[in-house]
């Protein structure tokens, strides 16, 4: 400890210190020259003597500092200072290099910094780990992914053993109708644990009581602080004041706090109302989500264990309803969200791994030359008395510098960058927050960055340091010029590292290539509906004045008219579920005549209701018989339109146009127990109406006007209806009129009013996404691989100049020089195009679930990568070739 | 690093210590020329000392508190520190040479059975 201090002090007293040891050394060789002097030499002979007996006084002093204190904080200071000099010495040097690092930290930093929103960063839940999603487990034969029924939710709400807080919730929205002009707020039905299980503050008031959660119980809201403020005027008096929602009086019982914890489900809500799920019900249709936390001590593999033999009861208790291989569990809520975004994430933080490794190659070559031509300094300094590990450490110090400041300009670069691009899109990526937000600048990220920077520099620096430091004195010392001083094994290493660079810029154009292919096979896909110049809005038709089916359509056809009515529109009709948004319902049916379905026989297929006019609007061909018109109200014979994909399925070879089917019975869908048999009117053509990825499923169009009335209140209480208008030309300018005719139509307020081409665009943000970012990774790593062919090749002519000024002096072709430096070039491009396609075809199987359109090993790619690759060569080869040819022998030979 | 000629030897790593102190014990306090010659001569110049590589086992012995250096002068009347040996050196002296004792005790038996 005594030491430690000492060597502390010594620290700061540096230069006091010194001038003790001076003073002592001097006093030694005092002594020394004496006794020579003694012994009879001259006192200048005496004196060399001295110095010869002492040894290197340099050294000693070097060797008493180092015992002295902490030198190498010292030295560090010193080869810092020394480092920044010598860096600021070569602007075009460290200019380069800190571009390339930054480029690679950069990308690096951005990809991290999602992965850790992603990923790593807490959630803002308090006790995430004991959040988890209820679902059908996976594997599962039935069920919609992780929506639950009602009768599904009251089963697991008694499994209390293992869970609590089991709560229900599901956005929707709804007409505010108290104000003086109407709107549309978002809600959220839920059940009455739900604020303390997502950990929800109530600011003031209260939450929902069990009591308020039963059907028919009062109706009772809990609303936003945000509304509050806004609508209310923070009004202190609002609990316990009615307010008028879907026509119908509420009392507001509290406030809710920040609900940033329910964000994945949906925007934040601006309205609260319990679900009033009924205890005893037997309703199978999922239709919303369900979350619970875990007992306090109970594993996750407890809870699924429990929730999974449990599955047995509610096969006892419901008969038909779950497959065999059908079972419950419970998914750590992260996990659940983040699930289908991992391979993504990995691929791009693999992806921007090699652009930081070719960075790093680039960065290495540089130094490597740089290292040539500083031969004679380092040879200098290790002449003076610094060991090759001094030498070591000031070249690694160098490196570090670089990467350092890279990595700083990187970080701005990269936390920039994704900031700007999820700004744009955030590709569906859960946890990022609207617009990304939520990717921060934390300690993770900094910390990261700095660990990539400094592990960065060391391995970039490390080689080429150990090569220059290993300066032979006298050759080097001796050969002035300095000119022959690098030797083949250095070039060497330098092709090599051009051939990584290329190889893995390859790897890396392959996979932007595979999804630009992919991202075009997108939009080139036959989506079976036209979308240009159509003009799309939600209206909620919800309330007391719209609970029976036959309202609705009133209402509808009255505004379908008004907007057939108006120039420039050349059709118009409406839709439960908007194509590529919301998606089709999914139901089960059965076919007159033939066995009913069973959970094995797969007859659930997607479900929408239409207006007359939908399929004109989208131009969906009518194969055969006839579509829907306004003449199939609900005093008509009741009838259903499929799609060919479901005539093919269930009726293979024979004709299903007269069959009857009956929709939603069996598996406890209360809502359609009035559903009439219907018969199969026409068949229209197939639609990729779930997403542009996948291909069409089977779908029964039913019209609006015959649907019974629990399902039409089922639907449209939570949802809007969407409606759809056509035009010709510029939909745009008709949105002012078309929205005045809506409005004016059902007196409601009108939402989300848009062209449906927009609708097209946003399925293809996550597709945009994956290219976009993989096409800068791309090109970046093609722009690094031809710094780092030019800067091979500028630097070999430039140490041949001597060679060629001789060749061309004994007579050679200025061409034939060229062609030969080309050549030498291209054989290291062609080298590393080799080696790339190679690890290329070994890895493209990676990106396989993100392609669409394309396979992994697409030939077009295959061949266009390297083509395009081998004309980046070319440049980066042909400019430093060309100056060869403008070697004048005479300057040549005098070349120093 | 350095070059040895003939049959002398190098000072094997961290024995100086041990001799510097064993030098100071004996003779008292001495400059650091003096503790060279000293060496030299009692070696019969066996043992090459570069002279310089005594001061960072002085400057050690110091911080370690073993050694305590004073500035004087010399009979020829010139400026040089003077190093004593102070209590804890007496200490670490003892016990070292134990080790010392032991160490070479135990090489040489091995050298004369063990082959």
């Given at each position: 400890?005594?030491?430690?201090?000492?060597?502390?002090?010594?620290?700061?007293?540096?230069?006091?210190?010194?001038?003790?040891?001076?003073?002592?050394?001097?006093?030694?060789?005092?002594?020394?020259?004496?006794?020579?002097?003694?012994?009879?030499?001259?006192?200048?002979?005496?004196?060399?003597?001295?110095?010869?007996?002492?040894?290197?006084?340099?050294?000693?002093?070097?060797?008493?500092?180092?015992?002295?204190?902490?030198?190498?904080?010292?030295?560090?200071?010193?080869?810092?200072?020394?480092?920044?000099?010598?860096?600021?010495?070569?602007?075009?040097?460290?200019?380069?290099?800190?571009?390339?690092?930054?480029?690679?930290?950069?990308?690096?930093?951005?990809?991290?910094?999602?992965?850790?929103?992603?990923?790593?960063?807490?959630?803002?839940?308090?006790?995430?780990?004991?959040?988890?999603?209820?679902?059908?487990?996976?594997?599962?034969?039935?069920?919609?992914?992780?929506?639950?029924?009602?009768?599904?939710?009251?089963?697991?709400?008694?499994?209390?053993?293992?869970?609590?807080?089991?709560?229900?919730?599901?956005y929707g929205f709804i007409n505010y109708t108290?104000?003086?002009?109407m709107e549309q707020w978002r809600f959220?039905r839920?059940?009455?644990?739900?604020?303390?299980?997502?950990?929800?503050?109530?600011?003031?008031?209260?939450?929902?009581?069990?009591?308020?959660?039963?059907?028919?119980?009062?109706?009772?809201?809990?609303?936003?602080?945000?509304?509050?403020?806004?609508?209310?005027?923070?009004?202190?008096?609002?609990?316990?004041?009615?307010?008028s929602l879907n026509g119908e009086?509420?009392?507001?019982?509290?406030?809710?706090?920040?609900?940033?914890?329910?964000?994945?489900?949906?925007?934040?809500?601006?309205?609260?109302?319990?679900?009033?799920?009924?205890?005893?019900?037997?309703?199978?249709?999922?239709?919303?989500?369900?979350?619970?936390?875990?007992?306090?001590?109970?594993?996750?593999?407890?809870?699924?264990?429990?929730?999974?033999?449990?599955?047995?009861?509610?096969?006892?208790?419901?008969?038909?309803?779950?497959?065999?291989?059908?079972?419950?569990?419970?998914?750590?809520?992260?996990?659940?969200?983040?699930?289908?975004?991992?391979?993504?994430?990995?691929?791009?933080?693999?992806?921007?791994?090699?652009?930081?490794?070719?960075?790093?190659?680039?960065?290495?070559?540089?130094?490597?030359?740089?290292?040539?031509?500083?031969?004679?300094?380092?040879?200098?300094?290790?002449?003076?008395?610094?060991?090759?590990?001094?030498?070591?450490?000031?070249?690694?110090?160098?490196?570090?510098?670089?990467?350092?400041?890279?990595?700083?300009?990187?970080?701005?670069?990269?936390?920039?960058?994704?900031?700007?691009?999820?700004?744009?899109?955030?590709?569906?990526?859960?946890?990022?927050?609207?617009?990304?937000?939520?990717?921060?600048?934390?300690?993770?990220?900094?910390?990261?960055?700095?660990?990539?920077?400094?592990?960065?520099?060391?391995?970039?620096?490390?080689?080429?340091?150990?090569?220059?430091?290993?300066?032979?004195?006298?050759?080097?010392?001796?050969?002035?010029?300095?000119?022959?001083?690098?030797?083949?094994?250095?070039?060497?290493?330098?092709?090599?590292?051009?051939?990584?660079?290329?190889?893995?810029?390859?790897?890396?154009?392959?996979?932007?290539?595979?999804?630009?292919?992919?991202?075009?096979?997108?939009?080139?896909?036959?989506?079976?509906?036209?979308?240009?110049?159509?003009?799309t809005m939600g209206v909620l038709l919800a309330g007391p004045k719209y609970s029976k089916s036959a309202e609705v359509a009133d209402t509808v056809r009255g505004g379908l008219e008004r907007l057939?009515?108006?120039?420039?529109?050349?059709?118009a009709g409406t839709t439960c579920c908007l194509?590529?948004?919301q998606?089709?319902y999914?139901?089960?049916?059965?076919?007159?005549?033939?066995?009913?379905?069973?959970?094995?026989?797969?007859?659930?297929?997607?479900?929408a209701t239409v207006s007359p006019g939908y399929?004109?609007?989208?131009?969906?061909?009518?194969?055969?018989?006839?579509?829907?018109?306004?003449?199939?109200d609900n005093?008509?014979?009741?009838?259903?339109?499929?799609?060919?994909?479901?005539?093919?399925?269930?009726?293979?070879?024979?004709?299903?146009?007269?069959?009857?089917?009956?929709?939603?019975?069996?598996?406890?869908?209360?809502q359609?127990?009035?559903?009439?048999?219907?018969?199969?009117?026409?068949?229209?053509?197939?639609?990729?109406?779930?997403?542009?990825?996948?291909?069409?499923?089977?779908?029964?169009?039913v019209p609006q006007a015959q649907l019974p009335d629990p399902v039409n209140q089922f639907f449209f209480r939570l949802l809007p209806i969407e409606w759809l208008v056509?035009?010709?030309?510029?939909?745009?300018?008709?949105?002012?009129?078309i929205r005045?005719q809506v409005r004016q139509a059902t007196g409601l307020p009108v939402n989300d009013i848009?062209?449906?081409?927009?609708?097209?665009?946003?399925?293809?943000?996550?597709?945009?996404?994956?290219?976009?970012?993989?096409?800068?990774?791309?090109?970046?790593?093609?722009?690094?691989?031809?710094?780092?062919?030019?800067?091979?090749?500028?630097?070999?002519?430039?140490?041949?100049?001597?060679?060629?000024?001789?060749?061309?002096?004994?007579?050679?072709?200025?061409?034939?020089?060229?062609?030969?430096?080309?050549?030498?070039?291209?054989?290291?491009?062609?080298?590393?195009?080799?080696?790339?396609?190679?690890?290329?075809?070994?890895?493209?199987?990676?990106?396989?679930?993100?392609?669409?359109?394309?396979?992994?090993?697409?030939?077009?790619?295959?061949?266009?990568?390297?083509?395009?690759?081998?004309?980046?060569?070319?440049?980066?080869?042909?400019?430093?070739?060309?100056?060869?040819?403008?070697?004048?022998?005479?300057?040549?030979?005098?070349?120093? | 690093?350095?070059?040895?000629?003939?049959?002398?030897?190098?000072?094997?790593?961290?024995?100086?210590?041990?001799?510097?102190?064993?030098?100071?014990?004996?003779?008292?306090?001495?400059?650091?020329?003096?503790?060279?010659?000293?060496?030299?001569?009692?070696?019969?110049?066996?043992?090459?000392?570069?002279?310089?590589?005594?001061?960072?086992?002085?400057?050690?012995?110091?911080?370690?508190?073993?050694?305590?250096?004073?500035?004087?002068?010399?009979?020829?009347?010139?400026?040089?520190?003077?190093?004593?040996?102070?209590?804890?050196?007496?200490?670490?002296?003892?016990?070292?040479?134990?080790?010392?004792?032991?160490?070479?005790?135990?090489?040489?038996?091995?050298?004369?059975?063990?082959?």
């Amino acid at each position: 400890m005594r030491r430690f201090l000492f060597r502390f002090a010594n620290l700061f007293r540096g230069r006091r210190a010194d001038g003790e040891m001076t003073r002592e050394i001097q006093s030694h060789l005092t002594l020394l020259q004496d006794e020579f002097e003694h012994q009879g030499m001259a006192p200048e002979d005496a004196r060399r003597a001295a110095r010869r007996a002492y040894g290197g006084v340099e050294q000693t002093k070097e060797l008493h500092r180092e015992a002295r204190s902490f030198v190498w904080i010292e030295q560090l200071f010193k080869d810092l200072r020394y480092g920044w000099r010598n860096l600021r010495r070569s602007p075009g040097f460290t200019f380069t290099a800190v571009a390339a690092l930054a480029l690679g930290i950069g990308a690096t930093t951005a990809i991290f910094s999602i992965v850790n929103t992603v990923m790593l960063k807490p959630l803002h839940v308090p006790e995430p780990d004991r959040l988890v999603v209820l679902s059908m487990a996976s594997g599962s034969e039935s069920g919609d992914g992780d929506s639950a029924s009602p009768a599904k939710f009251m089963h697991w709400r008694a499994q209390t053993s293992v869970i609590q807080d089991v709560s229900a919730f599901l956005y929707g929205f709804i007409n505010y109708t108290g104000g003086e002009v109407m709107e549309q707020w978002r809600f959220t039905r839920m059940s009455a644990d739900t604020f303390r299980c997502f950990g929800i503050q109530i600011l003031q008031g209260r939450s929902f009581t069990p009591e308020e959660d039963l059907p028919n119980g009062p109706a009772v809201a809990v609303i936003s602080q945000g509304l509050w403020k806004r609508h209310f005027a923070s009004d202190p008096q609002i609990l316990g004041k009615p307010i008028s929602l879907n026509g119908e009086p509420h009392t507001v019982i509290g406030i809710a706090g920040d609900t940033s914890a329910m964000r994945e489900y949906g925007p934040a809500s601006e309205v609260y109302v319990p679900f009033q799920i009924d205890p005893n019900t037997s309703d199978q249709g999922d239709f919303f989500d369900v979350v619970a936390r875990l007992k306090p001590g109970v594993t996750l593999i407890q809870a699924q264990a429990r929730l999974q033999a449990s599955a047995a009861d509610y096969r006892r208790k419901f008969p038909n309803t779950l497959g065999p291989k059908d079972g419950f569990t419970a998914k750590p809520y992260r996990e659940n969200l983040v699930g289908d975004v991992r391979p993504l994430l990995l691929l791009l933080l693999g992806a921007v791994g090699l652009v930081l490794l070719i960075a790093s190659a680039n960065v290495a070559n540089l130094l490597l030359v740089r290292g040539a031509g500083r031969k004679r300094e380092i040879a200098i300094r290790a002449a003076i008395g610094a060991g090759r590990s001094r030498v070591i450490r000031q070249l690694l110090v160098e490196s570090v510098l670089l990467s350092v400041a890279g990595g700083a300009l990187g970080l701005l670069l990269g936390y920039g960058g994704i900031r700007a691009l999820l700004m744009v899109n955030t590709a569906g990526l859960p946890l990022v927050g609207t617009g990304g937000t939520e990717v921060s600048m934390d300690w993770r990220v900094m910390g990261f960055t700095l660990a990539v920077s400094l592990a960065t520099g060391v391995v970039f620096g490390l080689f080429p340091a150990f090569q220059s430091s290993r300066a032979d004195l006298n050759s080097v010392l001796k050969n002035s010029s300095g000119r022959w001083g690098t030797g083949l094994r250095q070039s060497k290493v330098r092709a090599v590292l051009v051939i990584a660079e290329v190889s893995l810029a390859v790897v890396l154009l392959v996979g932007s290539a595979l999804l630009i292919r992919s991202f075009a096979a997108l939009y080139a896909v036959d989506l079976g509906l036209e979308t240009k110049n159509v003009v799309t809005m939600g209206v909620l038709l919800a309330g007391p004045k719209y609970s029976k089916s036959a309202e609705v359509a009133d209402t509808v056809r009255g505004g379908l008219e008004r907007l057939r009515s108006l120039p420039g529109v050349t059709a118009a009709g409406t839709t439960c579920c908007l194509p590529l948004a919301q998606g089709n319902y999914i139901l089960n049916f059965d076919i007159a005549g033939r066995p009913p379905a069973t959970l094995s026989s797969s007859q659930d297929v997607g479900w929408a209701t239409v207006s007359p006019g939908y399929f004109d609007v989208f131009k969906i061909p009518v194969k055969r018989g006839r579509v829907i018109t306004d003449r199939d109200d609900n005093k008509s014979p009741a009838v259903v339109v499929i799609n060919e994909r479901m005539a093919q399925q269930y009726w293979k070879d024979r004709d299903p146009l007269g069959e009857r089917i009956r929709i939603g019975q069996g598996t406890g869908i209360n809502q359609f127990k009035d559903e009439p048999v219907r018969q199969i009117i026409g068949i229209v053509g197939d639609v990729r109406d779930e997403a542009l990825d996948s291909k069409p499923h089977p779908v029964m169009y039913v019209p609006q006007a015959q649907l019974p009335d629990p399902v039409n209140q089922f639907f449209f209480r939570l949802l809007p209806i969407e409606w759809l208008v056509r035009t010709e030309g510029d939909s745009k300018a008709l949105i002012p009129s078309i929205r005045e005719q809506v409005r004016q139509a059902t007196g409601l307020p009108v939402n989300d009013i848009g062209l449906m081409d927009q609708v097209v665009w946003a399925q293809t943000g996550r597709q945009r996404f994956n290219m976009l970012l993989m096409t800068v990774f791309g090109c970046a790593a093609l722009l690094l691989a031809a710094i780092g062919i030019y800067g091979l090749m500028a630097y070999t002519v430039d140490q041949r100049t001597q060679e060629i000024g001789i060749r061309l002096a004994l007579g050679a072709e200025a061409t034939q020089l060229r062609n030969m430096i080309v050549r030498q070039g291209m054989s290291l491009a062609a080298a590393g195009v080799v080696l790339g396609l190679g690890a290329a075809w070994g890895v493209s199987r990676l990106m396989e679930s993100l392609l669409f359109g394309v396979k992994p090993r697409d030939p077009i790619v295959f061949v266009a990568v390297p083509l395009a690759l081998a004309a980046v060569a070319l440049l980066s080869v042909w400019l430093p070739a060309r100056r060869a040819l403008r070697v004048d022998p005479v300057v040549a030979l005098r070349h120093d | 690093m350095s070059s040895e000629a003939g049959d002398r030897m190098a000072v094997l790593q961290g024995t100086l210590d041990l001799i510097v102190l064993r030098t100071l014990k004996s003779m008292g306090p001495q400059h650091a020329y003096a503790i060279a010659t000293r060496i030299q001569q009692f070696s019969e110049d066996l043992l090459h000392l570069n002279q310089g590589t005594l001061y960072p086992a002085l400057v050690r012995l110091e911080q370690q508190g073993r050694i305590k250096g004073t500035w004087g002068t010399t009979e020829s009347n010139r400026e040089a520190k003077f190093y004593a040996i102070t209590k804890s050196g007496e200490k670490a002296l003892a016990e070292e040479t134990l080790r010392w004792r032991r160490m070479s005790g135990l090489v040489d038996k091995l050298l004369s059975e063990g082959a």
